[in-house]
């Protein structure tokens, strides 16, 4: 009986993977800097949400609401709140979860010491491989004018005009699916 207690807890150990790197789950929005959420996005403030939909989504979304035919639609994108001019940016940013496989590394090494040869080529390991990955998908917003450089940060100015219209900003294109509605919206 403790023998098969133990062959079974040994058997999930070894199908398990154990999590390296988890990707953040963001349920409404995050006000975060850039370079913290993820390397090679600006260090001023960003809005980040999930983006559940498919790649170039966002792209596609932004060149119709604001009719832009593909001339500098993710990086400086006009947009008037009250009587100013306001600029945003976005980034697409996958962040993958990480996990190690133990069950292609033990097997080859048992496989190796029931040989009795260190030099055999792995038979799992090298074709499975022994770190997994899943991308989750994110869309980094950052503001500016021409008055200010961040308009997320915290002591912004801004920051109040333009934090309702980035959630009205996500929540249209999480709920449209035929971007050119949007154009008749404004």
């Known amino acids: 009986m403790k023998s098969v207690m133990l062959l079974l807890v040994l058997g999930v150990v070894l199908n398990s993977c154990i999590p390296v790197r988890i990707a953040p789950s963001i349920k409404d929005y995050k006000i975060t800097k850039g370079k913290r959420f993820k390397r090679g996005l600006p260090k001023k403030t960003v809005f980040v949400f999930e983006d559940s939909k498919n790649a170039d989504e966002f792209y596609n979304y932004i060149n119709t609401k604001f009719q832009l035919q593909d001339y500098y639609v993710d990086t400086q994108v006009p ?26 590394i033990v097997f080859d090494l048992a496989f190796s010491a029931a040989v009795g040869n260190d030099e055999i080529e792995p038979v799992l390991s090298e074709d499975a491989e022994p770190i997994l990955r899943s991308g989750n998908w994110y869309i980094a917003i950052e503001v500016f004018s021409n008055t200010e450089k961040d308009c997320l940060r915290e002591d912004s100015i801004s920051k109040d005009m333009v934090l309702p219209y980035l959630r009205n900003l996500k929540q249209e294109y999480l709920s449209t699916h035929n971007y050119n509605e949007v154009v008749f919206k404004n």
């Not at 008037?80 to 496989?101: P, W």
Request: glycine share 4%.
């Open 79 to 104: 947009f008037q709140l009250g009587n100013e001019q306001f600029y945003l940016s976005f980034y697409e940013v996958e962040i993958h979860d990480k996990a190690i496989n133990l069950f292609p």
